[in-house]
């Protein structure tokens, strides 16, 4: 399997929907969802195949293999790449995750240090919090060393590590006010007045004085391929027609318009290594923990290995034909396709929301999914670390639930920002 890195630029405001069911407020997206590039390289595919890439469309052809097959290309969900980096905003070239929903700051001043109070995570403390039946109430010690109130609530962001520094990223957004047209006189049309939630085109990388410059936002998504020689003609197609996509809605008013640059992008082998890292972390806080409270339960670490599933997008789940929000033992087996009795899952944090689109081809509303939201994070343990050690490198490949091809479903296993704890917060 080919990863193909998408750098997109946005040259126009981007219309991307998030209406929710029932509401009637149309907001906007943060990112660019796995769907809508997806359903927008499609498009273009099919119009200029026959000049760009040979045998694209004729009788299905690589057509079919990319969108269609049983084992298609899935494309995952675009991130914005401008971080606030101290007190200015710039592209950076990190690889751009979402913090786990256990990560929490102070509620009094929310966010990464310098600025903010720190961040830190409350997984594994929670976890033996549970195990020696102790409560736990984490607590900002930054904000104890100033005075104001200590507590903590989830500190929900996109984030990177910049220069030894965690940056958060977000995408800025505006409403455009429009008028509706009389087709009859060409003029506006009388009580037609409405407004469109758009994503911001630019930022302000400099701000001296009088002097601003401008510079255009940045999102960064992948194409995982299956197949080697399709992945290359995929990169070749976008890398030719770089400027003639057009994402989000609104296109025939000028939104939507964006320059993409495609590149192949090396597949990370270190999930080994982040679950030793992971068990190592937890063997020592427990140890904080026996040595602070005693050793009054048998030590669940020292015969399971452990690891967390985090959910870096939505996931449509279910389960005995119902949707779910938590990933039990047997939905896990099931997607990894791996039999183990040992397979235990201590806790999860996860959330739900709703959505729905627009299918483009089929000129169709799509059917409204209860999602699981992003961030959400399952703690596994088992006795069997061998039978995993391939399946969950292809889980991360491959997602979890359905739709994984419009980029739902998309994990990571055992992120980083699970070691950060309340008094090394950042």
Same mark, same amino acid.
């Given at each position: 399997?080919?990863?193909?890195?998408?750098?997109?630029?946005?040259?126009?405001?981007?219309?991307?929907?998030?209406?929710?069911?029932?509401?009637?407020?149309?907001?906007?997206?943060?990112?660019?969802?796995?769907?809508?590039?997806?359903?927008?390289?499609?498009?273009?595919?099919?119009?200029?195949?026959?000049?760009?890439?040979?045998?694209?469309?004729?009788?299905?052809?690589?057509?079919?293999?990319?969108?269609?097959?049983?084992?298609?290309?899935?494309?995952?969900?675009?991130?914005?790449?401008?971080?606030?980096?101290?007190?200015?905003?710039?592209?950076?070239?990190?690889?751009?995750?979402?913090?786990?929903?256990?990560?929490?700051?102070?509620?009094?001043?929310?966010?990464?240090?310098?600025?903010?109070?720190?961040?830190?995570?409350?997984?594994?403390?929670?976890?033996?919090?549970?195990?020696?039946?102790?409560?736990?109430?984490?607590?900002?010690?930054?904000?104890?060393?100033?005075?104001?109130?200590?507590?903590?609530?989830?500190?929900?962001?996109?984030?990177?590590?910049?220069?030894?520094?965690?940056?958060?990223?977000?995408?800025?957004?505006?409403?455009?006010?429009?008028?509706?047209?009389?087709?009859?006189?060409?003029?506006?049309?009388?009580?037609?007045?409405?407004?469109?939630?758009?994503?911001?085109?630019?930022?302000?990388?400099?701000?001296?004085?009088?002097?601003?410059?401008?510079?255009?936002?940045?999102?960064?998504?992948?194409?995982?391929?299956?197949?080697?020689?399709?992945?290359?003609?995929?990169?070749?197609?976008?890398?030719? +027609?770089?400027?003639?996509?057009?994402?989000?809605?609104?296109?025939? $008013?000028? =939104?939507? %318009?964006?320059? /993409?640059?495609?590149? !192949?992008?090396?597949?990370?082998?270190?999930?080994?290594?982040?679950?030793?890292?992971?068990?190592?972390?937890?063997?020592?806080?427990?140890?904080?923990?026996?040595?602070?409270?005693?050793?009054?339960?048998?030590?669940?670490?020292?015969?399971?290995?452990?690891?967390?599933?985090?959910?870096?997008?939505?996931?449509?789940?279910?389960?005995?034909?119902?949707?779910?929000?938590?990933?039990?033992?047997?939905?896990?087996?099931?997607?990894?396709?791996?039999?183990?009795?040992?397979?235990?899952?201590?806790?999860?944090?996860?959330?739900?929301?709703?959505?729905?689109?627009?299918?483009?081809?089929?000129?169709?509303?799509?059917?409204?999914?209860?999602?699981? +939201?992003?961030?959400?994070?399952?703690?596994?343990?088992?006795?069997? $670390?061998? =039978?995993? %050690?391939?399946? /969950?490198?292809?889980? !991360?490949?491959?997602?979890?639930?359905?739709?994984?091809?419009?980029?739902?479903?998309?994990?990571?296993?055992?992120?980083?920002?699970?070691?950060?704890?309340?008094?090394?917060?950042?």
């Amino acid at each position: 399997m080919k990863r193909i890195e998408l750098t997109i630029k946005a040259l126009s405001p981007l219309a991307i929907g998030k209406q929710k069911p029932g509401g009637s407020i149309n907001e906007v997206e943060r990112y660019i969802p796995g769907s809508v590039l997806r359903g927008a390289i499609a498009k273009h595919i099919l119009q200029r195949a026959g000049r760009e890439l040979e045998n694209l469309a004729t009788n299905g052809g690589d057509f079919a293999d990319l969108f269609l097959a049983e084992n298609p290309a899935i494309f995952q969900n675009a991130y914005p790449a401008v971080a606030k980096v101290e007190s200015k905003h710039q592209v950076v070239d990190n690889t751009i995750k979402v913090l786990p929903t256990t990560a929490v700051s102070s509620k009094a001043n929310p966010g990464f240090l310098p600025k903010g109070h720190g961040v830190f995570d409350t997984l594994i403390d929670s976890f033996c919090a549970e195990q020696f039946q102790h409560p736990y109430d984490p607590s900002s010690l930054k904000a104890l060393e100033h005075g104001v109130d200590p507590r903590v609530e989830t500190y929900n962001s996109l984030y990177s590590k910049h220069n030894g520094q965690y940056c958060t990223h977000a995408a800025t957004s505006r409403l455009l006010t429009r008028v509706g047209i009389n087709r009859y006189r060409a003029t506006s049309s009388d009580d037609i007045l409405y407004s469109i939630e758009v994503l911001n085109e630019a930022f302000i990388a400099t701000n001296e004085g009088k002097h601003k410059q401008w510079d255009n936002y940045v999102y960064r998504g992948y194409i995982n391929v299956p197949n080697d020689s399709l992945a290359e003609k995929l990169k070749y197609f976008i890398n030719n +027609n770089s400027e003639v996509f057009r994402v989000g809605g609104s296109v025939s $008013r000028g =939104l939507g %318009k964006v320059k /993409i640059n495609a590149e !192949e992008n090396q597949i990370a082998d270190d999930i080994s290594s982040r679950i030793d890292l992971f068990n190592q972390v937890l063997h020592e806080r427990w140890k904080t923990w026996s040595e602070a409270f005693g050793d009054r339960t048998p030590n669940p670490t020292s015969k399971r290995t452990f690891f967390t599933l985090n959910l870096h997008s939505d996931a449509i789940l279910t389960e005995d034909w119902q949707r779910t929000t938590v990933i039990s033992p047997e939905m896990l087996k099931n997607f990894a396709d791996v039999e183990d009795p040992s397979l235990q899952l201590h806790t999860a944090y996860s959330s739900y929301s709703y959505t729905s689109g627009w299918n483009s081809a089929w000129g169709l509303m799509k059917d409204v999914e209860l999602v699981t +939201n992003k961030g959400s994070v399952y703690l596994f343990s088992t006795e069997n $670390r061998q =039978l995993w %050690k391939d399946a /969950i490198s292809s889980l !991360e490949l491959r997602g979890v639930g359905d739709r994984t091809c419009e980029g739902f479903g998309q994990v990571e296993v055992c992120n980083e920002f699970h070691q950060i704890f309340r008094e090394n917060a950042v």
